[in-house]
């Protein structure tokens, strides 16, 4: 809305200096006349106004490094304005003697100062958002308020746990959901598939809730990122740009991230890290729900998720069962812990615990 705002201020200079310029150097001119020359001139000058702005918002995304020098700010500007001002003083000399010391002249001049500024401040205005600044032999860094900024992935948001989380108030940082990701979400939302319909329209709900809360701020990013392929090489590559971090469920994403150097905060690693610890030989009690993929096994889960793999135990179906821990299995996917019926167990991991047992698919994968 400022950028607009600049723009909207800029036509409106560049018609009033035409109109005046026209009207001071042409008072012995017929009034007709007078009129017809102050119209064309100020068209003219507002048609070069509309191309260069437009000229300027179809490049919404500007490189400092590649442009460093280009700009260094209103001095520079105004040094480029004197210049050309020169050059004008000098055609004017060779072309019409009669131009020299009118107000045209002056008006040509100020319109040039008026468009070096123009471009200046809509340059600093749209790359405020970069990490430096580069100008030759010297570099400043951005100095960042608060923690980095956490780009949420469409897989986390359609998860929910993040919402948990900012609700423990943990979160001290903005959390930031670029405009693909939401364009993502609402492909899925309108999926002629049940399923994904409902997690697209799910992910939606969960990022109004995140919206409402008051103890984080969510911000839609209108970044362009001019990376080609999916949404996690675009999420990777904007978060290598703004120095953030992030926050996933997604295997797949976590491992890309992990190689092209961008810090990710994986949900599923989150949530097992806070799990309470087990070691074997201990006991707990889980219910079965369902056989496992090796003879004799059955699988239950315990209240935070975690899988259970209890030998001797598929005739216990519906029942509460005592365990005695033999070994625990940790990965990104989640945690399992491996038991058999009795107060105490061996240290050794049974034959096929290292498989997963039953059908199912790994958490964490996109929808």
Do not use: H
């Not at 002056?106 to 100062?113: F, H, P, Q, T, W």
């Not at 409902?198 to 701020?217: E, I, W």
């Not at 090489?233 to 926050?247: M, P, S, T, Y």
């Not at 092209?260 to 309470?276: E, M, Y």
């Amino acid at each position: 809305m400022l950028l607009w705002s600049l723009r909207g201020l800029f036509i409106v200079l560049i018609a009033a200096v035409a109109f005046s310029a026209v009207g001071d150097a042409s008072d012995s001119t017929d009034p007709t006349q007078l009129g017809q020359y102050r119209f064309l001139f100020m068209v003219i000058a507002i048609l070069i106004t509309l191309v260069l702005i437009a000229v300027d918002a179809a490049l919404p995304r500007k490189n400092l490094a590649a442009l460093s020098g280009a700009f260094l700010g209103l001095v520079v500007g105004m040094v480029f304005a004197y210049g050309l001002g020169l050059v004008i003083d000098l055609l004017v000399e060779a072309t019409a003697r009669s131009l020299q010391g009118s107000s045209v002249v002056g008006a040509i001049k100020l319109m040039i100062g008026i468009v070096t500024c123009y471009l200046t401040i809509s340059f600093v205005l749209q790359t405020k958002d970069d990490v430096r600044f580069v100008i030759p032999y010297v570099e400043f860094s951005k100095q960042v308020r608060g923690n980095r900024p956490l780009l949420l992935d469409t897989s986390v948001i359609i998860d929910g746990r993040v919402a948990d989380i900012v609700a423990t108030k943990i979160l001290d940082t903005e959390l930031i959901v670029p405009r693909f990701v939401l364009q993502e979400l609402q492909t899925i939302a309108d999926s002629g598939d049940k399923l994904k319909r409902n997690r697209g329209r799910r992910g939606l709900d969960m990022l109004n809730k995140l919206q409402a809360k008051q103890d984080v701020d969510v911000r839609i990013s209108e970044t362009q990122v001019d990376e080609p392929g999916d949404v996690d090489q675009k999420l990777v590559a904007l978060a290598k740009q703004i120095d953030g971090r992030i926050v996933t469920n997604d295997y797949n994403l976590n491992k890309i991230s992990q190689i092209r150097g961008v810090d990710v905060i994986n949900i599923n690693d989150l949530s097992n890290a806070l799990k309470p610890v087990v070691l074997p030989g201990e006991s707990i009690q889980v219910r079965i729900v369902k056989p496992g993929e090796e003879p004799g096994q059955g699988v239950g889960y315990l209240e935070d998720g975690t899988m259970v793999v209890a030998e001797q135990s598929r005739e216990k179906i519906n029942q509460q069962v005592t365990l005695a821990v033999t070994s625990v299995l940790q990965t990104s996917a989640g945690r399992m812990i491996f038991g058999r019926p009795g107060d105490g167990g061996n240290t050794g991991r049974e034959s096929g615990a290292g498989k997963e047992p039953g059908p199912g698919r790994e958490p964490g994968r996109r929808p």
